[in-house]
């Protein structure tokens, strides 16, 4: 057994927030297993890896290229196999994001491996090294536990939100590796990249969720979902229906084939909640449903529902949410 590596990504010169979690979830690991955590970061500034340090990485490797500008999976997949040739990893964990979780598929294909999709827990064995993960099965209808069978590049793709980072150690200091990994040229062109823009909060990193559904009749209903979430310092996302008529991008999507969230409250307004949607949101604390039909299944997942038409629920719904926010 070697070392637990954590795939650090980075967004505008910064960690990615999900590094926090990924290095959390290390640090559990590091305890069951008696093995230290590394962070491997592509083109890393000083900042970064002071962050994954104070984070509890004990290693940071870093890996310098021009190629890893752009977030190719390609060019990822093999900074990240390179990586894992050279320190022969006992764990590798990635985080579910899209870059996260197509470079650790594709790294543990080229490394003859075994991936762990979408994980909701891990604990590992000191005796064998294996390690075991909790991961929805049956569209988040259940839960299963599996256990990998060789102790060697075991890749774990974590759900992202299921591990809260550490408090900041500013004592602690990582030992830095430079690892010389030649990158060949992209396959993959990039030929213009475009910045989505947002106001708010990511839908990724919000604690209040106003989700909509097909139910809302038409895009226009979304401003009223704008204008609660803006009271609630929230984000509003949106089921698969909503994104397929082209009412919102499909960056809005929670869900099985969309995003996976985990917020402190999580609002349905006429969202049915299929299987296929509740596999994205099961795992919120709280759960408010709006739907007019009480048989929905949304009902069963919910804490607190409201059975009715939303035109006439949702006004006093924010009239209250701004009278209560601004007391
Ligand atoms: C392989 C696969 C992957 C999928 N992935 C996803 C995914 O990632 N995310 C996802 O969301 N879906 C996904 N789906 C689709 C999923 O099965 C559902 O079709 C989808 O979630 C339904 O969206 P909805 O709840 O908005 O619409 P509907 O099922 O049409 O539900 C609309 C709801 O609105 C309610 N309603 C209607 N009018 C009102 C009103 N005036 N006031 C209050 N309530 C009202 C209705 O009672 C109903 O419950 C997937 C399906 C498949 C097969």
């Known amino acids: 057994m070697t070392?637990?590596?954590?795939?650090?990504?980075?967004?505008?010169?910064?960690?990615d927030s999900s590094t926090g979690e990924l290095l959390a979830a290390g640090r559990k690991l590091s305890n069951e297993l008696s093995l230290p955590v590394s962070a491997?970061?592509?083109?890393?500034?000083?900042?970064?890896?002071?962050?994954?340090?104070?984070?509890?990485?004990?290693k940071v490797y870093k890996v310098n290229d021009p190629k890893f500008e752009h977030k190719t999976d390609e060019i990822f997949t093999h900074g990240l196999f390179e990586t894992c040739k050279q320190i022969k990893p006992t764990v590798i964990l990635a985080a579910k994001t899209s870059l996260g979780r197509n470079v650790a598929a594709r790294t543990a294909y080229r490394l003859k491996s075994t991936v762990a999709q979408d994980c909701m827990d891990i604990s590992g064995d000191k005796n064998t090294g294996l390690i075991s993960v909790t991961r929805p099965v049956y569209g988040g209808n259940a839960q299963a536990v599996f256990t990998f069978t060789k102790p060697l590049n075991q890749m774990v793709i974590l759900r992202v939100k299921t591990f809260e980072p550490l408090p900041i150690d500013n004592t602690k200091i990582a030992e830095e590796i430079t690892l010389e990994i030649p990158i060949p040229d992209a396959k993959l062109k990039v030929i213009d990249t475009v910045k989505q823009e947002f106001e708010g909060v990511r839908l990724e990193d919000a604690s209040v969720i106003v989700g909509g559904g097909r139910g809302l009749g038409g895009p226009e209903a979304f401003e009223h979902l704008e204008e609660l979430a803006k009271i609630l310092n929230g984000a509003v996302g949106a089921s698969r229906a909503v994104c397929d008529a082209g009412?919102?991008?499909?960056?809005?999507?929670?869900g099985l084939t969309g995003k996976t969230v985990t917020p402190d409250l999580y609002i349905t307004i006429a969202i049915s909640g299929a299987s296929q949607h509740m596999a994205g949101c099961s795992a919120s604390k709280n759960i408010i449903?709006?739907?007019?039909?009480?048989?929905?299944n949304?009902?069963?997942?919910?804490?607190?529902?409201?059975?009715g038409d939303w035109e006439q629920i949702l006004p006093s719904f924010t009239a209250t949410a701004r009278e209560l926010t601004q007391s």
């Open 3 to 15: 070392e637990i590596l954590v795939f650090c990504e980075t967004n505008e010169e910064k960690l």
């Open 40 to 58: 491997v970061i592509f083109n890393p500034n000083a900042e970064m890896t002071k962050e994954a340090s104070s984070l509890g990485a004990d």
């Open 247 to 254: 009412w919102l991008d499909h960056s809005y999507q929670i």
């Open 289 to 296: 449903a709006i739907n007019k039909d009480g048989d929905a």
């Open 298 to 307: 949304i009902f069963k997942e919910a804490s607190f529902g409201v059975v």
